[in-house]
């Protein structure tokens, strides 16, 4: 019987296997780098040891250390996670022979899954449906194509190619992702389904011979291959879910698969099945079976790995009931593409969270999170911050409960992809179900940001007043009277943000009672540096009546509608939550200092980051769109492209470099040839 168990992995997931241990007794042990040192995963564990280091390569991925820790910390067990070490067979078989329980498949079926090649072969044998699939780019024949990473999964290395003249390049591309992501850069070539939908089957095995499946998911809403929404039972026929299940339990079967595993298919349009992979461990999606099929997985994997045969509500499915639809908060800067994001979550709260880690009893919410107010999110690890599932009797239930808890998250310090997220589960082609791995390339209004801009301005003016009640509130004299009040009316009390839209000036006046006796908003301007401007509206402001102003909170009454804002400041950072949107501004200081001004054509990395590749040099002409570098972050590349036609002015860094946010990448210049 397992009693100490250490988890070989960090944040969300070891948070997860933590809590089963809490219930069922089991004392745990966390392994951390030095980033991760102040954690919350590691203020949970009973035990904890440090990986010296702070890159996967350093720690997480050094199987000589987690096994010291193991032996150092007296655990009998080691729980995989997922992600790092979770679908390495030399490590399950390190573990087993070290005389520790492994708590997931054998070595062997880890290692007959992970080659993806050999895997299709082996299931191609036991009847599973298959795609066309090239090692050697010159025998590719008909197009699209997706160019795969053997090894590893999550979207890494993926690279889809429409025609003959880019495979080369997305081949050599993926090569380099999946080799700094997996330590392995073998890449295979497959047809590309165009509008198919991602659909897996969660199964799971015991030493007894039984292999059952427990349900499909549906997670075809992706974003740089990666899913972002996954949702059970799926929307799907009934023939189509029991051919699914056939096949992953066929696939199961055929590598004599014990413990959680997930087959992976593609659905075409048409109906037909196509396997994809087996993932031979717990996926991030597995909360959304857990709430419909009322199983705690992790329980489940600690039984078997002590050897219990499954028990026969596992093997069962017909008590299944509801929809759980699950969605990945990650750290994302929407401006910039949803390039991954860094910094200090300065305040994480999601309203309404009914568990934490744990089954619902009834419909509600569940949060499975890797943060907590004050976490810094490294450019060590991927972007995800938490999982936030909804359960509910119907799917329209499930996902109105989730868009709504979302919406009224205070999220603040980070960028992160909430409203992405929102705007796809109110999306009407989501409530339909018509969805497939390329909804947000055929749906780019799920981008805009959930404030309207023409709202804004209100946010900036309930900043304004709540900073002024602040500081009325801090005055040693004459605290009751309103900021900037006058006997005799004079100039306006002027605040000046930067916001998403630009720089932005609010102008109002109070009287002496504390009511709003006008405003007005100038900006955003267009040039850097410009303090003041005409008010951008022809049109009058909307009517605006101060109800209050508390230093957290303002309530506006906007033409007869009372709308609250609350107002969180950290240093000159204010974040703003209304009933339409949030948003985050930085108040400018009134008397700014000089700041050196950068050559015009400079780019500046994006976030902190390894220069992996330069592919120009100064002086030579380049033109809009061409490739400059790559900056390798958070386990993806980042190309660094020329915003105009010009030459390369100066390139300051060289591959192998470490650059932080905001560091001069190169310098085009977009003057014209002189020659």
């Not at 700094?180 to 389904?193: L, Q």
């Not at 699914?244 to 075409?268: K, N, Q, S």
């Not at 506006?556 to 107002?567: E, I, M, N, T």
Request: with cysteine.
């Amino acid at each position: 019987m397992i009693t100490r168990l250490l988890v070989a992995n960090r944040g969300e997931i070891a948070r997860r296997v933590f809590a089963t241990c809490r219930a069922l007794g089991v004392q745990t042990v966390a392994v951390h780098s030095d980033a991760d040192a102040d954690a919350p995963f590691v203020a949970e564990a009973d035990h904890a040891v440090r990986l010296p280091g702070n890159t996967p390569a350093e720690t997480y991925l050094r199987i000589d250390l987690i096994l010291d820790a193991a032996r150092r910390a007296g655990a009998d067990a080691v729980h995989p996670g997922y992600g790092f070490l979770a679908e390495n067979a030399e490590f399950a078989a390190a573990v087993t022979d070290a005389g520790l329980t492994w708590v997931g498949p054998s070595a062997k079926a880890i290692a007959a899954m992970g080659d993806k090649m050999a895997a299709k072969a082996l299931l191609a044998d036991a009847g599973v449906p298959m795609l066309p699939t090239w090692t050697d780019p010159e025998q590719v024949t008909a197009f699209p194509v997706l160019v795969k990473a053997s090894a590893g999964g999550g979207g890494r290395g993926m690279r889809i190619v429409r025609d003959a003249a880019g495979l080369a390049e997305a081949v050599a591309g993926a090569r380099r992702e999946a080799a700094a992501a997996f330590g392995d850069d073998t890449v295979f070539i497959e047809r590309y389904v165009e509008r198919g939908r991602h659909v897996e089957v969660q199964i799971f095995g015991d030493t007894h011979g039984t292999v059952v499946a427990l349900g499909v998911r549906d997670c075809s809403i992706q974003r740089r291959h990666q899913k972002i929404v996954e949702e059970a039972p799926g929307v799907l026929p009934d023939d189509v879910r029991a051919k699914l299940h056939e096949a992953a339990v066929a696939a199961g079967r055929a590598v004599d698969y014990v413990g959680a595993g997930t087959v992976e298919f593609l659905l075409a349009p048409e109906g037909q099945v196509h396997f994809l992979e087996m993932n031979t461990r717990l996926q991030v999606e597995h909360p959304v079976t857990e709430l419909t099929t009322g199983l705690d997985l992790v329980r489940l994997q600690l039984l078997v790995a002590e050897g219990e045969p499954l028990p026969q509500r596992a093997t069962d499915a017909s008590w299944m009931r509801g929809c759980a639809i699950e969605v990945r908060l990650c750290a994302e800067e929407p401006a910039q593409g949803f390039r991954p994001a860094t910094g200090t979550l300065h305040r994480f709260a999601i309203p309404g969270v009914d568990r934490e880690f744990g089954n619902l009893a009834r419909a509600g919410l569940r949060l499975d999170s890797g943060v907590v107010d004050g976490s810094t999110v490294s450019v060590h690890y991927d972007s995800m911050l938490a999982k936030l599932v909804a359960w509910a009797p119907t799917r329209a239930e499930a996902a109105r409960a989730l868009a709504g808890a979302l919406a009224r998250a205070e999220l603040h310090g980070v960028a992160t992809n909430r409203d992405l997220l929102v705007r796809v589960l109110r999306s009407g082609e989501f409530a339909a179900a018509d969805v497939d791995t390329g909804f947000l390339d055929r749906h780019p209004e799920v981008f805009a940001p959930l404030l309207p801009a023409d709202q804004l301005p209100l946010a900036a003016l309930a900043a304004a007043l709540a900073g002024a009640a602040a500081r009325r509130a801090a005055a040693p004299v004459l605290a009751g009277l309103p900021s900037g009040w006058r006997n005799v009316p004079a100039v306006p009390q002027v605040t000046r943000f930067t916001t998403p839209d630009g720089d932005l000036e609010i102008r109002y006046r109070l009287t002496r009672t504390g009511t709003l006796a006008e405003w007005e908003r100038r900006g955003p301007f267009s040039t850097p540096g410009v303090e003041q401007g005409p008010p951008v509206n022809t049109e009058p402001e909307p009517p605006v009546e101060l109800v209050s102003a508390e230093p957290d909170r303002v309530v506006l009454d906007v033409d007869g509608v009372r709308r609250a804002f609350r107002v969180h400041r950290v240093g000159s950072s204010v974040f703003v939550d209304g009933p339409d949107g949030a948003t985050s501004l930085t108040e400018l200081p009134r008397l700014p200092r000089p700041t050196a001004e950068l050559p015009a054509g400079s780019l500046l990395a994006p976030l902190p980051g390894a220069v992996t590749r330069v592919h120009v040099e100064v002086g030579q002409r380049v033109a809009a769109g061409d490739l400059l570098l790559t900056l390798e972050a958070m386990k993806l590349e980042h190309p660094v492209l020329a915003p105009a036609d010009g030459v390369v002015a100066e390139l300051p860094v060289a591959p192998g470099g470490q650059v932080e946010t905001g560091a001069v990448l190169a310098v085009v210049d977009p003057e014209e040839d002189p020659q």
